[in-house]
């Protein structure tokens, strides 16, 4: 499969680390909005600029799309859905209905098949919460981030003026994730599930207070969230936050039985050293999906409740089942 990369970030460095090893995967090249002399591949990976795109458009097989879902996918990944096969991580989860219909109409009017909302949450633990409540239906989900850096709340707040940089932890209660893990089934805010510690590099002479303020505030992010926001230098951001360590758990509660006598947990859990070079490797996975089932004719948008899980690998499906059946 020909893959393109749009956008070179830590997301889009993950996603050439992916298609780097993988042997069925030629990475045709990286588009960016910088100029192309600018940007230099971990790889060796031709790098173009994002306008020369389009005329690039059958070489490509699926273009999987690594902006920030705060400002740049939602107008992205539709507008590109019409002229390929896309791929995206678009990680607000209230939105995603209607990002999902706005996709679906450019990629249908396009004839190109697109999977949005890819990563692992929402992703892989998207799929867990569906096992597990196909399973047991009779109990309650949690989810719990961290500790680790999310990419896109990190993004988010590198996109307020004044910001030259910033990292944002997600830090689970401990008391929360202690009465889920020993099977209680709770009533908990998201307030009483995380927090969130910003570490921010301001431009000098900024108005710290307002960006303060706008953090706090930012709706969808951290409005929502006990958040704490330390600033630091560049040096300290560098020395003390350089890595991308994430992680999480997705568990459910539940009861069987006649009388609901029979307790049972599920819980799928992730521990990453490096959030960006794992979400690069779904995403990668799941363009390989994409590839396929566009082969077999289908288009639109889909998610990944739509991915039969032999679509992901790139073994066979006779080989699947002797080695993981």
């Given at each position: 499969m020909r893959i393109g990369i749009y956008g070179y970030g830590?997301?889009?460095?993950?996603?050439?680390?992916?298609?780097y090893v993988a042997e069925d995967c030629e990475l045709v090249g990286i588009f960016t909005r910088r100029d192309p002399k600018t940007v230099s591949s971990a790889f060796g990976t031709a790098v173009y600029s994002s306008e020369e795109l389009s005329s690039m458009a059958d070489s490509i097989d699926v273009l999987i799309l690594c902006g920030g879902s705060a400002t740049d996918l939602p107008e992205m990944t539709p507008e590109l859905a019409e002229k390929f096969s896309?791929?995206?991580?678009?990680?607000?989860?209230?939105?995603?209905?209607?990002h999902f219909a706005r996709v679906d109409a450019a990629a249908r009017a396009g004839g190109r098949l697109a999977l949005i909302s890819s990563g692992w949450d929402p992703g892989l633990f998207s799929v867990a919460r569906a096992y597990a409540s196909a399973v047991i239906p009779n109990g309650c989900d949690y989810t719990f981030w961290g500790r680790g850096i999310s990419q896109g709340h990190s993004?988010?707040?590198?996109?307020?003026?004044?910001?030259?940089?910033?990292?944002?932890?997600?830090?689970?209660v401990e008391s929360a994730l202690r009465r889920v893990r020993g099977g209680e089934c709770p009533t908990l805010s998201a307030?009483?599930?995380?927090?969130?510690?910003?570490?921010?590099?301001?431009?000098?002479?900024?108005?710290?207070?307002?960006?303060?303020?706008?953090?706090?505030?930012?709706?969808?992010?951290?409005?929502?969230?006990?958040?704490?926001?330390?600033?630091?230098?560049?040096?300290?951001?560098?020395?003390?936050?350089?890595?991308?360590?994430h992680g999480g758990s997705v568990i459910r509660n539940g009861v069987t039985g006649?009388?609901?006598?029979?307790?049972?947990?599920?819980?799928?859990?992730?521990?990453?050293?490096?959030?960006?070079?794992?979400?690069?490797s779904v995403l990668l996975a799941y363009?390989?999906?994409?590839?396929?089932?566009?082969?077999?004719?289908?288009?639109?948008?889909?998610?990944?409740?739509?991915?039969?899980?032999v679509m992901l690998s790139p073994l066979s499906r006779e080989e699947m089942i002797k080695s993981m059946l």
């Open positions: 830590n997301l889009g460095r993950g996603v050439e680390c992916a298609a896309v791929v995206d991580s678009f990680d607000t989860h209230k939105e995603i209905p209607a993004d988010a707040i590198r996109r307020i003026d004044g910001v030259l940089d910033a990292r944002q932890y997600t830090i689970p307030r009483e599930k995380h927090k969130r510690d910003c570490y921010v590099v301001a431009r000098e002479g900024a108005d710290l207070a307002r960006i303060e303020r706008e953090i706090k505030e930012m709706p969808n992010y951290f409005a929502d969230y006990d958040t704490t926001v330390t600033f630091i230098t560049e040096e300290e951001l560098l020395r003390e936050h350089s890595g991308m360590p006649r009388n609901a006598e029979h307790t049972h947990t599920v819980e799928f859990s992730l521990s990453l050293d490096s959030n960006p070079e794992f979400t690069g363009a390989r999906a994409v590839y396929r089932m566009r082969k077999r004719g289908e288009v639109g948008c889909i998610t990944v409740f739509d991915v039969p899980p």
